[in-house]
């Protein structure tokens, strides 16, 4: 059982440790390209993405689901709030700032959403 909590301390601290880059690469994959290099240089960056994004479900690692769902304060962060209304009823999370992600049940980092109050 040691083992075990060693293991999954250390995963914690380096899913921690890489969310940075992971949010760096899909802002990357964001920016629109002109020419055949920025494609080329495009493609490789999203290759290191979806190995990145297939080694942290391997470890337990993933995205707390956030857009469009009802607004959990152990899952998300509000920071920022607009008017409810037909299109976005009460507590409802109309746009998400920064992914979060949990490792198996626990929260590495909350999402930072906006919700409608």
């Known amino acids: ?46 290759m290191v993405l979806e190995s990145m994004r297939r080694a ?5 690692i993933e995205e707390i689901p956030a857009e469009g769902v009802t607004f959990d304060p152990t899952l998300h962060q509000a920071v920022q709030t607009i008017p409810a209304n037909d299109e976005y009823p009460a507590d409802s999370i109309v746009q998400v700032l920064q992914k979060g992600y949990k490792l198996h049940d626990r929260v590495l980092r909350p999402s930072m959403v906006v919700v409608a109050q």
């Open 1 to 46: 059982a040691n083992i075990n909590s060693c293991s999954f301390i250390a995963t914690q601290d380096l899913g921690k440790k890489l969310l940075t880059s992971l949010d760096n690469l899909e802002r990357a994959m964001a920016i629109e390209v002109s020419d055949e290099q920025g494609a080329r240089l495009k493609k490789g960056i999203e």
């Open 56 to 60: 942290f479900k391997e470890e337990g």
